[in-house]
C-alpha cells in the first residue's frame, strides 16, 4: 500500500486535501501545527471528516488523551511500541 509522508502538520493537511487517502497517522508533536491541531482542521473538512485517524505520542496523560479523542481520533497509541501493537491499532481504527 501507499504511504505518504508529511514534514509537518501543515504539510500533511495539505497533502490530505490534494489526494485520497485510507487513514491518517500522525504524531502529536510537530512543528507549525502539531497534531491535535491537524486532527482538528481535518475533522472541519468536508472531504476529510470521515478518515480514520491514528494519533502516535509520548505523550500519555488521560487529559491528552481525552482531548485527542474530542478533536476526533479513531484510535490513540503511547511510544514506544512494537510491530504488533500497531498492526493491532490499524486494524481497529480502520474497522
Known amino acids: 500500500s501507499d504511504v505518504k509522508e508529511a514534514e509537518d502538520g501543515r504539510d ?3 497533502k490530505l486535501m490534494a489526494g485520497q487517502y485510507d487513514l491518517l497517522m500522525t504524531d502529536w508533536n510537530m512543528p507549525n501545527m502539531n497534531g491535535l491541531e491537524l486532527v ?3 475533522r472541519l473538512e468536508e472531504k476529510l471528516k470521515t478518515i ?4 502516535v505520542t ?3 496523560m488521560k487529559e491528552d488523551i481525552v482531548n485527542a479523542i474530542k478533536a476526533g481520533v479513531n484510535g490513540y497509541i ?3 511500541f512494537d510491530a504488533k501493537t500497531l498492526s ?4 481497529e481504527v480502520m474497522g
Not at 480514520?52 to 494519533?55: E, G, H, T, V, Y
Not at 493491532?88 to 486494524?91: D, L, Q
Open 12 to 14: 500533511g493537511l495539505a
Open 40 to 42: 482538528q482542521a481535518v
Open 52 to 55: 480514520p485517524i491514528l494519533m
Open 58 to 60: 509520548t505523550r500519555n
Open 78 to 80: 503511547v511510544k514506544p
Open 88 to 91: 493491532a491499532k490499524i486494524a
